[in-house]
C-alpha cells in the first residue's frame, strides 16, 4: 500500500495531460478509425512512459542506471533511422507505379504539392525554431510519417515525437481537411472538369527500370536521399520483378505490420510530460496543419495555372492529391469529383498524382537533409 501512495503522490499534472493525450489517441484509433496501427500503440505508449518512475524507459533505480525497453527500441530503431527505413520497403511494395507510368504528366503535381513544407519552414523559423527544428516541422505537410521521422531523427530534433504524432495525426484527417481546403480554392464548375483517362500499356522491362533510374536520378539531384528514395524503390522493385511475389506480400503485409507496430510505441518514448506538454508542442501541431492545407491549396492553385495554357483543361483538385497520404487521397479527390456530377471519374488521375506525391515528398525531404548541413 505504501507503494501505491508513493506512487500516486509523485504523479504530476503533466503526467495526467499526457494520460489524457494518450486515451484520446486510443480513441481516434478505435473509435474513429484514424490511423489505428499508430495511434493506438502512440497512445497507449504515451500512458506508459508516463506513469510515475515507469520501468519501460531510462530509470535510475539504487543508484544504477537502468535502460528500458522502449528507450532500447528507440536507440536501435529510431536513432539508428531502421525503423522508418524498413517500413518504406513495404511502402514501395504496395504502390503500382502503373497510372503514373501511363500520364508521366502527374509528377507535375507530386512536385507542385510540397509547396506547403518549404512554406511552413520559414514560418516556424520567424516563430522561434531552429532551422533544423523549422524543417523537421516542414516535412509535417507532405503527409508521410516515415520521412517526417527521418528528417526530424536526421536532424536530431527534440520535437520528434510531437511531429510524428501531428504528421499521423493530419494523415489520418486527409477526409476532412483536404475537401475544406479544396473548396477554399476552387469553384464548383472547376470541380466538375471531366478528365478523359487513357490507359497506356506499361512493359514489365519499363515497371523493373523506373525505380531504379528514380533511384539514381533522385540520388544525383540529392545525394543524401538516398537511403530514403532507395528503400522505397527497392521495395518497389521487389513488387515489380516478378520473381519474388513471396518476398513481396511478406513487405507489404508482415513487414509493414510489424514495424509500424514497434514504430508507434517506440516513438512514445519520447512522450516524455516534461518535454511533450509545452507550448512548442501546441506551435508544432498547429504548423503541421498550416504546412498539410499549404501543401493542398500549392497542388490545386499549380492546377489552376497550368489551366491557363492548356487546350484540355486539368480538374484542379487533381492537384491536392499531390501530397503522400497514398490512396486516401486520391479516393478524397474521387469522392469530391463524384458529389460534384456523379459521372466523372478522375480517379486513375489522382492515382497518379498521389504516388508522385510519394516520390515528391521523399525527394523534398532529400532536398531539405543536402541543403541544411546536421
Known sequence: ?????????????????????????????IAKDFEPSLLLPIGFGAILVNIPMSGAVNQ???????????????????STEAFPLLLFIGIGAMIDFGPLLSNPFMLLFGAA???????????????GFSLKDAASIGIIGAADGPTSIFVANYFQSKYIAPITVAAYSYMS??????????KLVTTKKERQIRMAYRPASIS?????FFP????VVAGLIAPTSVALIGFLMFGNLIRECGVLERLSETAQKDLVNLITLLLGITIA?????????????AMIVGLGLVAFVFDTIGGVLFAKVLNLFLKNKVNPMIGAAGISAFPMSARVIQKMAQKE???????????GANVAGQIGSVIAGGIILNIIKP
Open 60 to 78: 535510475i533505480v539504487n543508484g544504477t542506471h537502468v535502460e528500458g525497453i522502449l528507450d532500447f527500441l528507440f536507440k536501435v530503431g529510431i
Open 173 to 182: 484527417l486527409v477526409p476532412v481537411i483536404q475537401p475544406a481546403a479544396i
Open 204 to 208: 514489365k522491362r519499363t515497371r523493373i
Open 1 to 29: 500500500m505504501s507503494f501505491l501512495l508513493e506512487g500516486i503522490a509523485s504523479i504530476t499534472i503533466q503526467q495526467v495531460i499526457m494520460w489524457v493525450i494518450g486515451g484520446l489517441l486510443i480513441y481516434l484509433a
Open 212 to 215: 531504379i533510374v528514380v533511384t
Open 113 to 127: 504539392a510540397q509547396f506547403g513544407i518549404f512554406f511552413t519552414i520559414a514560418a516556424a523559423t520567424l516563430l
Open 341 to 351: 456530377d456523379n459521372q466523372n471519374f478522375i480517379l486513375m488521375h489522382a492515382i
Open 269 to 281: 518514448s519520447s512522450m516524455k510530460a516534461e518535454n511533450f506538454v509545452s507550448l512548442q508542442t
